[in-house]
């Protein structure tokens, strides 16, 4: 965000919703049992990997 400067908030830009997402897990974190059934399935091989 600092190298590109306030066009890296523009919509239209993948960057934006990159950060946006990143920033918004710090306030809503994903469940922790949730979170962890999630991660076993997916190293279990019974869960696709997360895009």
């Given at each position: 965000m ?15 919703r990159l ?8 306030y809503?974190?994903?469940?922790d049992?949730?979170t ?16």
């Amino acid at each position: 965000m600092r190298t590109v400067g306030g066009p890296a908030l523009s919509r239209r830009l993948p960057l934006e919703r990159l950060f946006r997402d990143a920033r918004a897990g710090l306030y809503n974190p994903p469940q922790d049992p949730a979170t962890l059934k999630l991660l076993g399935r997916w190293v279990l091989g019974d869960e696709q990997p997360l895009a």
